[in-house]
């Protein structure tokens, strides 16, 4: 790719994408509390690592848990040390991913490509949405994704055909890093790397880059990393525990999981409206005809990671947002490589382009300037929810002041100033402003509107868990299932946790539920007296 255009800043470097990358992710990160269910499952798994002193096996309610593998709930428990039990310290690693990771696509993207395209595959990272929020949570997903990227790239420079770019390290870091994605969340990783290699040898007519013993060379240190792992769990549990969980990667696969059945077209819908305004970029320049010849191979190979991944994960019946999350970094790449050749070439995207740009935007920035008005609409949505729960959680008083529509306002001002610039033909300047505000919003509406919308969703029933969490009392959940209640309430071990034991007479302590409020209408229990009960929850107490 030839630089035919200004640099975008004639000093930037790797200090400087760090610093940003700091700045985006680091700040205001434990200003709402995390989430039902994943980021406080984990987060529980962690903490319960921290009160067991048992670094080798996750728990959840100090029972194992062998969904996961442990590798993300250390760097959390370690978070935890260093800046105590809270949301901060549940979401600092993630933070320090995002770092990781833009630092990573600018080396890798200078390399591969150009300097300029490097910092642009950075900025659409930053300034697309659910890639931008990913590494400001407390899931497993931002770790696990880079660790796949990086075992992959291997690949890249290993198939490259360029004498220089093939060494035996290439097979070893490749097996490094894919036993660390292992470890991180298990098999999957194993099979998203092969179906991409595989795929790229049936273009390639099934002409394997590496031998024999360069696949060993792969191999060997992928188990030493993995058994750091796997070899714990068969000494304390024996070899049923990882088939029980290899059992439960493939039944997600095939038995959706409740509430998680969604369409096959599941995922390219929250891609293109999650990975907004990236998507559009990168359905615009999907085709790759613009790239030069000495370029492809690269870019070929980051075109056969989104197809592999978005047609793996449409094809799992259990679908949930974050399954499609490794092609955040596939997706933006191309846009960013669209992006360059049109800035280069000194074109502008054709007139669908605009267009499908205009509607998701009105639509986009119309969500979020509404949302702050929710308890003003109110009177008029109750009338058409059927749902009894969500009806009462938008019962309780409004927690709204007044200055959360500022940050929407401000998203719809920077996509009228794109399109207003691009009519100009100042395209450059049009999209540095789309992608370094939506950057910088996104945080900024994070902060200001999320809390309020919380309080509405899992407010209540996390303050009931925080207010007995200082007490000495058991608490559980009644009708539903959640983590919140052992995060929220530092729990601690039990005698029983079966519902016979809390519900019996045996217990030493106190009991609490935590029920929502349908649950509590339809099901009496004579044992159970309210205590309490604010939007959509209520707090019992055992008689």
Known sequence: MTEKYPLIEKNASLVYVIAYAALLFIPFIGSVHLFDWDEINFAESAREMLVTRDYLHVQINFTPFWEKPPFFFWLQALSMKVFGVNEFAARFPNALCG???????????????SRNMAIWWVLFMAGSFTPHLYYKSGIIDPWFNLFIFLSLYQCIKASSGHTNSKSDLNYVYAGLFAGMAFITKGPVALLVIGLCVLVFTAFNRFRFFF????????????????????????????????IDFINYQIDLFKNPVAGHGQP???????????????????????????IEPDRQHFFRWMSILFWVVLVLFSSVTTKIVHYSSLCYIPLTCIAAAYTHHLLSSRTRPNSFF?????????????????????????????PFIKDEFAADCLSIPSP??????????????????????????????????????????????????IPDVEAYTQGPAIEFYEQLGKQNVYVET???????QYFYAQSKPRPDNSMEWLMSNKTDKPVYFVAKTTYVKNNRDERLEEVRRKGGFVLLRKK
């Open 99 to 113: 770092i990781v990771t833009l630092a990573s696509l600018f080396y890798i993207g200078k390399r591969e490509a």
């Open 354 to 382: 605009y267009t499908a740009f205009s509607v998701m935007a009105w639509l986009i920035g119309a969500l979020l300037t509404a949302l702050p008005f929710i308890d003003s609409l109110k009177p008029h949505l109750l």
């Open 478 to 484: 009644l009708g539903h299932k959640s983590y919140a």
């Open 264 to 290: 096959f077209y599941y995922h390219a819908l929250v891609l293109l409206a999650g990975c907004f305004p990236a998507s559009l970029f990168f359905l615009a320049g999907v085709r790759l005809g613009y």
């Open 211 to 242: 031998s024999f013993r360069q696949l060993m060379m792969g191999i060997i240190p992928f188990v030493f990393i993995a058994s750091v792992w796997v070899a714990a769990e068969i000494n304390q549990n024996g070899f049923q525990v990882l």
């Open 400 to 449: 709204w002041s007044g200055y959360e529509v500022i940050p929407g306002l401000l998203f719809v001002m920077v996509y009228v100033f794109f399109i207003l610039l691009s009519i100009q033909q100042r395209l450059l300047t049009a999209i540095r402003l789309l992608l370094l505000g939506s950057s910088l919003l996104i945080p900024m509406y994070l902060y200001i509107v």
